[in-house]
């Protein structure tokens, strides 16, 4: 089996259940990541915002891991639901809020069991509710500028190799946008030329997802 076969088993059409120990792990990955990319986060966000993403980012998740034993002594949903309670709880800035909000409609939205579709769906929750708490749409050098398309593609029948490139070529489209929302807003014209600090953290989560699901196909 090829390395992309193993992940559409994963994602494919095959209805399949997440239990708390695979669930744990992809939240571990995930947070390990980003608590990895504390001083590139930082430096992104200096150049047009306050300079405090990369910090929140790792205390957040450095929070989630600590409780990472009775989180996931629960259910799926109920473990995804901590974790984005935890991160409202001790990440500053809009990063909290946004990414809490992304993982407790992940845990609301969660089914009992998955198929491609239902995996689409509840992930489309999930953007769409960190969408309505930011106020914010694609376009405007957001999170949503990876999220929105990464969940679309997913929806569409694209892979895990084709989701990990695409949310790539989505932080990196970001640079020569003007940003409408956030802190950076306030730049006007002088974001154009950076990196939403926010896209860059979500193509990281998506990054470290699609490396669990290879390493643990």
């Known amino acids: 089996m090829n390395s992309n076969s193993a992940s559409d088993s994963a994602v494919g059409n095959a209805s399949f259940a997440l239990d708390p120990r695979r669930a744990r792990a992809i939240v571990t990955a995930i947070a390990q990541r980003l608590i990895a990319a504390t001083d590139e986060l930082t430096q992104l966000d200096k150049a047009i915002g306050d300079g405090d993403h990369g910090l929140n980012m ?3 998740f450095a929070a989630v891991l600590a409780e990472m034993d009775s989180l996931a002594a629960t259910t799926t949903p109920a473990l995804f639901t901590g974790v984005g309670r ?11 809020p946004l990414y809490g909000t992304l993982f407790m409609q992940l845990g609301k939205s969660w089914p009992p069991e998955l198929s491609r579709a239902a995996l689409h769906n509840c992930l489309h929750d999930a953007v769409a509710a960190v969408a309505a708490r930011g106020k914010s749409q694609t376009g405007q050098k957001t999170m949503l500028d990876v999220l929105v398309p990464v969940v679309t593609a997913l929806g569409t029948g694209a892979d895990r190799g084709q989701l990990r ?6 932080a990196e489209a970001t640079v020569p946008m003007e940003a409408v ?3 950076a807003s306030f730049l ?3 974001s154009i030329g950076h990196m939403d600090p926010g896209a860059r953290s979500s193509q990281l989560l998506i990054e470290a997802v699609c490396d669990d699901l290879e390493q643990n196909a």
């Open 188 to 190: 006007k014209e002088r």
């Open 181 to 183: 929302r956030g802190r």
């Open 58 to 60: 790792k205390r957040g």
């Open 86 to 96: 935890t991160l409202v709880m001790k990440v500053g800035g809009a990063s909290g």
């Open 165 to 170: 490139a695409l949310a790539g070529m989505c």
